[in-house]
């Protein structure tokens, strides 16, 4: 399976985008859905997992202003993200997890202006 992560750009501070993933099958046979996302010159870091059964964890860094979430029928996940500081700035990437494996997708580039 391939995913093919979208939706990234550059925004202000206090602004929202929405992030896609599309996989090119089904993303029921994964456990959990994902995204991650690596600042310029640190190491990939978790930002939201959805397990198949629905549940949803967050970093902390992110709660209450992060959204996972999933259409099945679509084969797509969506993070979407509101309130965007500085340092939210990464480049984001999806991932399929299943049996402890992750697929990854591309990245797709955030940046969030001051």
């Known amino acids: 399976v391939q995913l093919q992560a979208s939706g990234g750009g550059l925004v202000r501070a206090g602004g929202s985008l929405r992030l896609s993933c599309a996989a090119t099958?089904?993303?029921?046979?994964?456990?959990?859905m994902a995204w991650y996302r690596q600042p310029s010159g640190k190491q990939r870091e978790p930002v939201a997992v959805?397990?198949?059964?629905?549940?949803?964890n967050y970093a902390d860094s992110v709660k209450g202003r992060f959204t996972i979430s999933r259409d099945n029928a679509k084969n797509t996940v969506y993070l979407q993200m509101s309130s965007l500081k500085p340092e939210d700035t990464a480049v984001y990437y999806c991932?399929?997890?299943?049996?402890?494996?992750?697929?990854w997708g591309q990245g797709t580039q955030v940046t969030v202006s001051s």
């Open positions: 959805l397990t198949s059964g629905g549940d949803a």
């Open positions: 991932s399929g997890i299943k049996d402890a494996r992750f697929q």
């Open positions: 099958r089904s993303i029921i046979s994964f456990d959990a």
